[in-house]
């Protein structure tokens, strides 16, 4: 196993750790080492097996669990029969998808994010954004398309949080051990770790490039914490969407600049270069010079070019939500830019400027990504309409429905949020070829065939499991805070098997109003406790570390968590993360979500709600305008009835309880038996 890289006399030299693992057991190195084995659940199931307990405490990590594990215990592994035949079949249809060919005859594309959300385990992502990035990786690998993937790598990501006793959400760093990341050096032909610079204000900031693979394709991450760095600049890399706005142009340097560098040093010459969100928009800058360095291309001719050959999506429909700097401290990062294009400053700024001549107008990196793209796309159709009127005013001489500005509906990866019981389901309900064509109606209509009972008690299993692990996971948390042993008690008591579990777990951005529910305690508090039919909501999500009202919103709600209308009725759930998303969405009766329309771009984790029989309530926005038909969810209604935003949240409140009260909740009770034995 190659362990990490030390200075010596000036020449790095390699260390090799000693492999713990007896030879038998490689290949479970060799799985641990792909990220494939988190989407396949044969290999989840199989690392589980080992250790489950250590393999929770371990983050869900199997490079880290393999580290962890004893001789004795490895010896019992290769002594395991069962075992040892499942490794070998596991192992053998991963070397079958890994073995599949390419098909290169659409040419390869690259894929820019500023984070991805892949698994638990890998730091790198905060919220939708990275989810929807991460699955787009995997989609791409078991589609077996060319494409290849530019981003930075976290030593500590975003912040871990949890909750102190009065409901205000702490921070935590921790350092990731990129030993124990399923990350390798990218080489030259020379054997040596492949490094690129970029100039920041003056000083040259030198990156390594590591190479993260996703089934069949890879993902190129650049860290700067290295030797060859000044203590300043290898903190570049440390956190995601950290520090102040300066911080945030020099992380948007190395992504958009560097990474292209990164790929050229690879040799690559992608055909397409795709900017998830605006943050790696610099990129186009370093495209267009390297056609006027290398090809001696004029600087309109190279422009046509780069604009042929990429696309942005952009994600927010809120202008304040676009990154931009002051002129002033864009100078510094790039002004150096002008000399390789031969343009003025005044130009070269007037790619993010709509009035070119309004030198206090913000530089925005979106308006660059638009200005260096052929093609724009919203994640959902409502979206694509808001961004359409968003960007209006770059164009002024056009309508806003003229503008090339389309929409390409966010989706998840099915086998990633599946829950197992329900992919075995599906598969055998289905037959062979669905999960190669998992949008075919024909499919998904035999659906009708299982019987009702059976979906029942599917879900039902599914929330047991998901209550089962709140029940442990609040024992531990209230325990840690110190909140007094009656009310942890009290808490845990209620949480009743029979109860309509409703559930909420996002991003802590103001817009989602998680508050919005408690608009009208006295009804909400009637409403959850209803002794035949009790209701629960689950809470989860971080706000921003910079903001504020996100964490009044998160302490708004811890507080009524021991208020004694709600204990055991309205809990929240520290440090959302990933795998709490997968119990949640599979495990809850309802999927609730109310954003302030039309604030939500696209959203997601509804979706993932969706594929395991949740039902979806939520306001008319993003994905749902597409999703909901009667039937087959709730919806509160698209339109903006006032202008004034607190009148609107009381109504949306009153159409929440209305909704829950006259439809939800009695549909609900006609579907469940009672389960008259309380949990606890
Ligand atoms: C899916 C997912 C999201 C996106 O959820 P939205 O409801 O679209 O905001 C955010 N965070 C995590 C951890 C997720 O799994």
Known sequence: MLGNLTENGGKLKRIFIEPKLPAGLSPLHELATNLWWSWNHEAIELFHSIDPELFVDVNYNPLALLDELSMEKAQALLDDGTFTRKLKSVHSAFKKYIDEPKDDSQGQIAYFCMEYGLHQSLRLYSGGLGVLAGDYLKEISDRNVNVVAVGLLYRYGYFQQSISLHGEQIHQLEAAKFTQLPILPVRDAQGTWIKVYVNLSGRTVWAKVWELRVGRMSLYLLDTDIDDNNWEDRSLT?????????????????????????????????????????????????????????????????????????????????????????????????????????????????????????????????????????????VSRLHGEVSQKMFNDLYPEYNYAELYVGYVTNGVHFPTWVASEWLDLYQETFGKGFLSDQTNHKFWSKIQDVPAQRIMDLRQQLKKRLLDWVRQQLQTDLTRRGENPRTIFEIIKAIREDALVIGFARRFATYKRATLLFSNEKRLADIVNNTDRPVIFLFAGKAHPADKGGQEYIQFIYNTTTNPDFKGKVIFLENYGMEMAKLLTQGVDIWLNNPTRPKEASGTSGMKAVMNGVMNFSVLDGWWCEGYKPGAGWALPEEETYPDPALQNELDAETIYNILESDIIPSFTNATPKVSANAG
């Open 238 to 378: 440390h956190q995601l969407y950290g520090g102040d706005n300066e911080h945030r142009l020099r992380q948007e340097v190395l992504l958009g600049i560097g990474g292209v560098r990164a790929l050229k040093a690879m040799k690559m010459e992608p055909d397409l270069y795709h900017l998830n969100e605006g943050h790696a928009a610099f990129l186009g800058l370093e495209r267009l010079a390297n056609y006027l360095r290398d090809k001696h291309m004029p600087f309109d001719q190279a422009l046509e070019i780069v604009r042929g050959t990429q696309l942005f999506t952009t994600h927010t429909p809120v202008p304040a939500g676009h990154d931009s700097f002051p002129e002033s401290l864009l100078r510094d990062y790039l002004f150096e830019f002008t000399n390789t294009l031969g343009i003025s400053w005044e130009q070269l700024v007037a790619l993010g400027r709509i009035h070119p001549g309004d030198s206090n107008e913000l530089f925005s990196m979106s308006h660059l990504a638009i200005r260096t793209s052929l093609e724009v796309n919203g």
